[in-house]
């Protein structure tokens, strides 16, 4: 019984982690910070990465 416990408190924790980092991720997307953090000027994927934006700039 003890191991189901211990079993469902590290999956819940690790699920809890994992959801953390996904919010991180779509917070700096909708702001608009790319998810490499080197900037967009040397990206291979310049033109197709933010393309909808750059346009409206």
């Given amino acids: 019984m003890i191991e189901i416990i211990s079993s469902a408190i590290i999956l819940a924790l690790l699920g809890g982690v994992v959801a953390l980092i996904i919010r991180g991720i779509i917070k ?15 990206c291979a994927m310049n033109g197709s990465c933010h393309s909808a934006k750059n346009k409206l700039d």
């Fill in 28 to 42: 700096n997307k909708k702001s608009g910070k790319s998810g490499c953090g080197c900037g967009c000027s040397g």
